[in-house]
């Protein structure tokens, strides 16, 4: 099986300025994680999506959105960007959550954010 | 609110050491606890612990999870320097079905 995508790997963009990231999640499954990862902050849950709706929530403010589409592919949208949102952010992948062998989480490569 | 700790920071070894890499936590509703690897990419999974007492391993590595005391440990022996990396502990909440990282421990291997 192919694993999790996400696009673009590399941004950059200006502060006051929005981005759209976009993660395909592993054939199969439907829950979709989004975390953000600073060299201050280590892994930091945003949201999880499961069946295009979203179903938990990190403490981060309302400038960080996403959504889940029909074919389990998401995405992320952060508006009004601050020097601050710069970080790694990782998309994962998990399968059916009612099985007993899940939550195991399977990352993308991230896509490298950098506001200036 | 949820909390894992991992120590140490950060470990300086030579090849062929034995590490034992901790990780402590507190989480209502504790489902599952993960292991990951991160090189200078994405974390790639290790470990899911849900059980007490049994020990999982794959080649050198090994974990295993005590839910009584709150904790688990990942072994390596024989330590090779690919093993050098940051090791993620993950602890899953069923009811915010979201998992909490720890810090990380940064394990450097020297030949």
């Known amino acids: 099986k192919a694993g999790v995508t996400q696009t673009p790997r590399y941004l950059i963009k200006t502060r006051g300025q929005q981005v759209t990231l976009s993660c395909s999640p592993i054939?199969?499954?439907?829950?979709v994680s989004w975390y953000q990862q600073t060299p201050g902050q280590g892994l930091q849950f945003l949201f999880e999506?499961?069946?295009?709706?979203?179903?938990n929530k990190g403490n981060f403010p309302g400038r960080f959105s996403g959504r889940q589409f029909s074919n389990s592919r998401s995405e992320m949208n952060v508006s009004t960007l601050e020097l601050g949102d710069s970080a790694l952010y990782l998309c994962?992948?998990?399968?059916?959550?009612?099985?007993?062998?899940?939550?195991?989480?399977?990352f993308g490569p991230g896509t490298r954010l950098t506001v200036t | 609110e949820d909390k894992v700790v991992q120590s140490p920071l950060s470990l300086v070894v030579h090849e062929g050491d034995t590490v034992t890499l901790n990780c402590s936590y507190e989480?209502?509703?504790?489902?599952?606890l993960l292991w990951y690897k991160q090189e200078k990419k994405a974390p790639t999974f290790l470990f899911m612990l849900?059980?007490?007492?049994i020990e999982k391993k794959s080649g050198r590595l090994s974990s295993i999870l005590d839910k009584k005391e709150l904790f688990s440990i990942l072994n390596i022996t024989a330590t090779q320097t690919g093993d050098s990396a940051v090791y993620l502990c993950?602890?899953?909440?069923?009811?915010?079905?979201?998992?909490?990282f720890g810090d990380g421990t940064t394990l450097t291997v020297k030949p």
């Open positions: 989480v209502t509703n504790f489902r599952s």
């Open positions: 993950a602890v899953h909440n069923t009811n915010a079905g979201k998992s909490t």
């Open positions: 849900t059980s007490s007492g």
């Open positions: 994962a992948s998990s399968p059916e959550p009612t099985s007993g062998s899940t939550y195991e989480q399977y």
């Open positions: 999506y499961f069946s295009e709706t979203q179903r």
């Open positions: 054939s199969g499954h439907r829950s």
